[in-house]
């Protein structure tokens, strides 16, 4: 079984599906930060993705244009679209069908909550890292396709939001985060979300393909 961790640099999945004996590769338009390039691909991910090599994907395709986060880059004037961010964003949101839909029998798409502009589809579901482990609120959603809900595995009651430009949280009452983050930094997959997915899911897949030799 081959698994593809489509636009990720970090290695934070990659490595997460290796220590349970997966032969997982991570792919990206870069050299990986992640100190293990015998497992990276540095290439197009769409290319990979309809390769016909691979089983399983997670993809971590890029957010900047289509993120909610950066409503008021899209709406700089009340009711008016910046027509170059939206295409922009466009542009984006073909790449993510493209993942989404590729010849993947399992497949997994992460992204930030979307502008509604940009006509994503309906989600399967929503996470946070406060649910794996991590004192950090920061809503990631899930696109899937054969593959189950995560369950949360390690819920903290305390938490504070991630991104500095998240102040919602601190309208709330809730610690807020001030320290700076690189938006390399900000995309990396929480250590506790991708323990969860490369168990939860890897055993889900495992399981399947004993069924089916029964």
Known sequence: MKILIACEESQEVCRAFRELGFEAYSCDLQECSGGKPEWHIVGDAIKEAYSG????MIAHPPCTYMSKAGARWMYPT???????????????????????????????????????VVELPKHSQAIQPFEYGHEYSKRTLLWLKNLPLLKPTDIQINYKPYL?????????????HSVSISQKESSKTFSGVAKAMAEQWGNFIRSRNVAAWL
């Open 53 to 56: 090599k691979y089983d399983v």
């Open 78 to 116: 009340a009711g008016n679209l910046c027509q170059d961010r939206y295409a922009k964003a466009i542009e984006a949101k073909v790449m993510f069908l493209e993942l989404l839909n590729a010849p993947i029998e399992f497949i997994a798409v992460e992204n930030p909550t979307p502008l509604k």
């Open 164 to 176: 500095p430009s998240n102040t919602g949280g601190k309208k709330r009452g809730q610690k807020y």
